[in-house]
């Protein structure tokens, strides 16, 4: 339903606990954008997602990847707080639809070479992230250095 003349009702917040998104490529003049989470960093750009790993990240036998837009079923997002870590899970089919932080089995999010882990001193980068990958980020197109 089209609002003449009005405000369009504004985006609501992505709620605070666990929840899935469905892929969404955020608008180009937004990226690429790095985040640094624990071990790894993630680079979301317009074919996708890219995860680089540590030297620590991979000597704990994990590895980078990179899932393409067209690839994801879903993003899990579970955030981190004081006692547990929380992690963004770019999920393909066929992946376990959830993730736990405390054993290093196959289901873990710490051997999980689609999820990146964010501690609790990273919860501002965990929180961008979701944003991002959302649709809650609505700034503007940044200003070339010759106008």
Known sequence: MPYYGQQPPARMPPPAGRFTAAPLIPPPYLLPFTIKGYLAAVTVHQGGVSIQRSLLGVLSLNHSASVGWHQMAAIY??????????????????DPLRLGTFSNGRGSATRHPRAILFRWPHRHAYRRLRDLLTGAVTLPPQRGPYR
Do not use: E, R
């Open 77 to 94: 997002f579970v955030p981190p707080n004081i006692l547990l870590n929380g992690y963004v899970h770019f999920a393909i089919p066929g």
